[in-house]
């Protein structure tokens, strides 16, 4: 008896917030926005995938997200697929709303741009900037109140990464943010990873898509899903 109660409550904390343990979760369905919350001028569903679109017309003064109302997340595993077209995008998770506008958010930023050098980095949105740039391993701790940011490893070469990343078609990211670990990978090649101890770091929050300031852009998601690690 005692052990049917505790294969019972074993599996009812494994299935909190909807999980079940080593089970994928899809964040789109493929046809509408349900639990996804952003300006409907910027964000729609086309052909399968959502798409974030700015033109002339408008020209953003601030970056702007659409945000996943679902729940909030701590440890996972996260996969999608994006497209570019110009400009600069990204993936926040465990992130928090910032007070100062609607759709906007801070914490930390899966990166990726039309261009050469970001894609892939770990970046704080209005939260200590970069973290961890592409090819590198870093730890954050805090000294003196402030944040230090130490490179642990070099693992890999920020040129060699950009050639397994496709322009204007699609690619494959992964996100694992386990504990104060979290590793980034594009088309299955790890870009960068982060320690963080400092004190400023985040357990859990929202997650988001990122449509950037700047000349007019177009940017798409699909396949977006999520496992929690427990």
């Not at 970069?130 to 940011?149: F, N, P, Q």
Request: charge should be negative.
């Amino acid at each position: 008896m005692i052990r049917t109660c505790t294969i019972a409550l074993t599996l009812l904390l494994a299935s909190t917030n909807g999980f079940a343990q080593d089970d994928w979760v899809e964040l789109f369905d493929g046809k509408t926005l349900k639990n996804w919350d952003g300006d409907p001028t910027l964000w729609s569903v086309e052909e399968g995938t959502i798409m974030g679109r700015t033109t002339a017309e408008t020209n953003l003064k601030v970056n702007n997200f659409l945000i996943y109302r679902g729940g909030e997340f701590d440890n996972f595993e996260l996969q999608f697929d994006y497209k570019i077209i110009d400009g600069n995008s990204g993936v926040q998770y465990r992130s928090f709303e910032l007070p100062e506008g609607k759709w906007r958010l801070g914490g930390y930023q899966a990166d990726f741009e039309a261009k050469d050098k970001y894609s892939g980095i770990l970046y704080g949105e209005k939260f200590r900037g970069i973290l961890a740039l592409r090819g590198e391993s870093t730890e954050l701790t805090t000294k003196d109140g402030k944040m230090v940011k130490t490179q642990i490893e070099q693992f890999g070469n920020t040129d060699e990464i950009q050639t397994k990343i496709k322009k204007e078609d699609w690619n494959s990211y992964k996100v694992i943010a386990n504990g104060n670990r979290f590793q980034h990978f594009i088309n299955d090649t790890k870009t960068s990873e982060c320690l963080d101890n400092d004190d400023e770091r985040r357990a859990t929050g929202l997650l988001g898509l990122q449509i950037h300031v700047g000349p007019p852009m177009t940017v798409q998601f699909r396949k977006i899903r999520i496992k929690k690690l427990f």
